[in-house]
Each structure stands twice: as C-alpha cells, then as structure tokens.
Nanobody
Framework: QVQLQESGPGLVKPSETLSLTCTVSGGSITTNYYYWSWVRQSPGKGLEWMGH???????YYNPSLKSRPFISRDTSKNQFALHLTSVTPEDAAVYYC?????????????????WGQGTQVTVSS
C-alpha cells in the first residue's frame, strides 16, 4: 500500500517561499512509470495541478504559475518537495502530493491513484 504524507509550515508570509515535503512509503519514487505531483485546491476553486517530477528526476510545471514552483527530490529519503516562491494570499490552499500513473508506451497520464491527506497553507503577515 503506497502512502504519501505532506509536511511543512501551515503559515507563510507574503513574498516568502513556501516549502512542502512529501514522504512516500510503500513504493519508490524512482520506480518506472510513476510521476510525483503537487496539486492544490483553493477555497471555492477546483483542483489545480502545479507540477510533477518523473521517476527519472525530470520536472514539468503548470505554465500558469509563471515559473514560481520548483520541485525537487531526495531519493535517499524517498521524498519529493515543492518550493513556491513569492507567495501571495491567492496561494492559500490545501496542498496535496499525489502519485500519477504513466502509460509505458507513450508516457501519457493514466490517472492519479494515491493522494496524501493534504496540508492547509495560509498566507498572511
């Protein structure tokens, strides 16, 4: 059973960098054909995919976030992290780390099968 657990500060000041870590158990983040994503949900809004890091360590981001997110990983700890720069109150949301299943034949997304419980982030001075 794969489990994901987010950790990080629940309160960040405007203009600072938000850093969250996802610890994965029950499976390796380097296993083929899984990508590791960050998704958030703001109050009254739908889910927003922020970016992912592949099993090879490549990263891709949602262009609408204008180069603010950065995703890294620590394979020795089986963790991946989100860093979001220059936060504003609009970045307040519940942040989820998620496993995304990838088709071996064309690397298309099959779906997201495991989610962390989510962590609430507030942006306020």
């Amino acid at each position: 059973q794969v489990q994901l657990q987010e950790s990080g500060p629940g309160l960040v000041k405007p203009s600072e960098t938000l850093s969250l870590t996802c610890t994965v158990s029950g499976g390796s983040i380097t296993t083929n054909y899984y990508y590791w994503s960050w998704v958030r949900q703001s109050p009254g809004k739908g889910l927003e995919w922020m970016g992912h890091i592949t099993y090879r360590g490549e990263t891709y981001y949602n262009p609408s976030l204008k180069s603010r997110p950065f995703i890294s990983r620590d394979t020795s700890k089986n963790q991946f992290a989100l860093h979001l720069t220059s936060v504003t109150p609009e970045d307040a949301a519940v942040y989820y780390c998620v496993r995304e299943v990838i088709a071996a034949w064309d690397s298309s997304s099959v779906g997201m099968d495991y989610w962390g419980q989510g962590t609430q982030v507030t942006v306020s001075s």
